[in-house]
């Protein structure tokens, strides 16, 4: 029975999309059923999300954490101030905190703008929501085995926990397990996005790798780089991504159907067992 131990014990989620919070999609559908099965297995759950501008704090019941808002993040030579906020999906127990901005996300839909453009500012506002959760999460003094990322808002935390964050107690010996989405992002982030990255050890250097110009798909490649683990967590994911993953050698979890509950545990179990 040994062998069987459930290892992944400690699972940080950190998702673009939860139902529901936002309309309903193959993501935001994961993202609440895969935390509430997984904590229904014993394991200890966090889950981050984007405070996108559609969301109606009032009746999702959204509020403030003080002791856990107010610092400042500094993207493109600014300040960002930090607002975490926190709500429970009805009829679980799975808590969520919302990473929110007043510049990046109050006032605003999530990838796209009315007219269906995708907002100019996009991959900052990954790069936000990737330092707020990990902030948040050493400041909660809570050591996940497994960060479980889902949505390109979540692409750049791989580069960032085995980079500017791997000295980190919270972080030094997590597992990060990458899940791959249908593209939902058309341009590219921008010329200055590499620039914007750059954060301690995620330096210059790191993402000389990457085009100047980087898109859904090289984020999505940096995401897999590093990752101890990706998943075909959608019926639309672009085979390209997936032959990328498996030229590096990483564990690849190929899409496993509807019933996916086993598969995902197991594949989070093996991760961890691995030394």
């Known amino acids: 029975m040994s062998n069987h131990n459930y290892m992944a014990k400690k699972i940080l989620f950190i998702n673009q999309e939860i139902s529901p919070y936002v309309s309903d999609s193959e993501m935001s559908a ?16 966090r889950t981050f999300m984007p405070k996108w501008g559609n969301i109606n704090e009032r009746r999702g019941q959204l509020h403030e954490v003080i002791r856990l808002s107010g610092m400042n993040l500094i993207i493109n030579e600014t ?6 906020k926190v709500a429970s999906i ?15 996300f109050t006032k605003r839909l999530m ?6 453009a995708d907002y100019e500012d996009n991959g900052e506002r990954a790069i ?20 479980h990322c889902q949505g390109w808002m979540s692409a750049i935390v791989p580069l960032y926990i085995k980079t500017a964050y791997r000295d980190e107690p ?53 995401a897999i780089d590093y990752s101890d683990g990706v998943i075909e967590a959608g019926t639309n994911v672009d085979q390209s991504l ?25 594949f989070f179990d093996g991760i961890c067992g691995e030394e």
Request: avoid cysteine; aromatic fraction near 12%; glycine fraction near 8%.
């Open 30 to 45: 994961m993202g609440k059923n895969l935390p509430q099965l997984l904590q229904e297995k014993g394991s200890d759950i």
């Open 79 to 84: 300040d960002h101030p930090l607002i975490i």
């Open 90 to 104: 009805p009829q679980t127990r799975i808590q969520v905190y919302f990473i929110d901005n007043d510049d990046y």
């Open 111 to 116: 990838g796209k703008d009315a007219n269906g």
């Open 128 to 147: 936000f929501f990737a330092r707020g959760v990990l902030e948040t999460v050493k400041k909660l003094r809570w050591i996940p085995d497994v960060i």
């Open 170 to 222: 919270s972080f030094s010996s997590v597992k990060v397990v990458t899940s791959l989405f249908n593209k939902d992002i058309d341009g590219n982030f921008g010329p200055d996005l590499r620039h914007f990255i750059e954060f301690r050890d995620a330096n210059a250097e790191v993402l000389s790798a990457y085009p100047e110009q980087l898109d859904f798909n090289s984020l999505s490649k940096i």
């Open 242 to 266: 997936l032959e990328y993953a498996e030229g590096k050698g990483i564990p690849l979890l190929r899409y496993p159907g509807e019933d996916y509950k086993a598969a995902y545990k197991e």
